[in-house]
């Protein structure tokens, strides 16, 4: 047992004196006090929600206390868990729950007998717990740090996680958990939790796509996203997820890519892009759309890769990682907001340095044309991912020229936060005398192929193009 001086809020100290004064117990309970603990050791930790645990009282006094500090939803309830919203401080809401006993009695997650018992011990609440880092407990009154399983600090110290009891295995959702767990904190799993992992793996079929998603959200958010990646390669579940799974072994040429097969470079990629991400500090949706990409961008160099001349080789394989990409954000259940943003760049991860090549040569139309076709923005991050993704000289010691250069010609362009969008509409033709239909359409088409050209840049100038390309 440890002291931690814990600032919290001045709601939730009240709502645990009074609590106490009625017979209980109240303690912050879960990651929140992992999370703490963490930060206090210069770990870079974003605060989460606070968890309260109630022992010494039942749920109806429980709920008559609660009431009186704000608003209640008991959507929970049936588990002993209730969630407040405290009067006085809208913005603080708080689960707050019974300890509890649960059974699995069929194979979903929903299949559980529970029990509630406001009287039972710290060290056998905690059981239900998924892993030992989060089973620490903290009483905001006396400013102690219970540890019921004697191993959680310990655990923490040393980066480890591990199981709390063989409750572990009712839930098959904790082996995911344990895949972003190890990705935002850098662990290790202990021996034995992996081996329970490997024979839970059976079961990770059942699981709602939506449960699964609101894991692989987490690691893909993470610092390190590798790691928990290399954890689904290591527990044999990699060919779950077939466009992972053919990712491994497939050579590469080593004067590009000096680092090893498809599968390390893109363990690399996703480190950087998440680099990228925090760094530039991105919103959500655009943090997971560049890792996403990032982790997709080489799905098919499976397909396309061949030894040819002496050289390995993967032409097109940008094209061809378009399909397995969409099959493979299905299949995490990644939301349309994010999935439909992935395709296009994948497809054009490589045309950056493209039209670098060629950069002497090239036309203002070639950047406009990919600006219609995908987000320059976003492209540059995961082309810049990429090229970190390796272990030649330049990746290592060369600031790549290819994103400021894009990114210039497409502010010059006006075309670097948006796709360009046709001036002339139907509406300006119609004026002029064409009739809704097909040869307006047909007529729109190449007027906008025209403006990309850079033929013209006005509706006057559009119109002025349009008389002379039908006179």
Known sequence: MIKLDWPLPEQLVNLCETIHHNGGTAYIVGGAVRDQILKIHQYNIVQQDYDIEVHGIDISLLESILSKFGSLKRVGVQFGILILTFNDAPELTIDV???????????????????????MGLSQ???????????????????????????????????????????????????????????????????????????????????????????????????KPSIGLELLKELDFLNNYSELSALV???????????????????????AAARIAMTQELPEDEHLILVIAALCHDFGKPKMTHFDRGRWRSPNHEKA????????????????????AIPSLVAEHLKPYQLYAERDKISDSAIRRLASRVNIERLVRVAKADYLGRTTYEALNV?????????????????????????????????????????????????????????FDSVEGGLVYFKELFN
């Open 399 to 455: 600031p790549d020229p290819v994103g400021p250069w894009l990114l210039a010609e497409a502010e010059r362009l006006k075309v670097k936060d948006a796709a360009p969008k046709p001036l002339v509409l139907g509406r300006h033709l119609i004026e002029q005398g064409l009739k809704p239909g097909p040869e307006l359409g047909r007529t729109l088409k190449q007027l906008f192929e025209a403006q990309l050209d850079g033929e």
């Open 249 to 271: 072994g497939v050579e590469q040429e080593p004067e590009w890519h000096p680092e090893g097969d498809v599968w390390i470079h893109t363990m690399m990629v996703v480190d």
């Open 125 to 223: 609440a905690v059981k239900r717990r998924d892993f030992t880092i989060n089973s620490l407990m903290y009483d905001p009154l006396t400013k102690e740090v219970h540890d019921p399983t004697t191993q959680g600090l310990d655990d923490l110290e040393r980066r480890t996680l591990r199981h709390v009891s063989e409750a572990f295995r009712e839930d098959p959702l904790r082996v995911y958990r344990a895949l972003q767990f190890m990705s935002r904190f850098e662990l290790e799993v202990a021996t034995e939790t992996m081996g329970i992992m490997r024979e839970m793996i059976p079961e990770l079929s059942a699981l709602a796509k939506e449960r699964i998603f609101s894991e692989w959200r987490k690691l893909l958010l993470s610092p």
């Open 321 to 340: 990682g378009v399909e397995p990409t969409q099959t493979f954000l299905k299949t995490i259940g990644m939301p349309a907001r994010i999935a439909d």
């Open 97 to 119: 729950a019974i300890p509890r006993t649960e059974n699995r009695i069929g194979v979903g997650h929903r299949d559980f007998e529970v029990s509630l018992d406001a009287h």
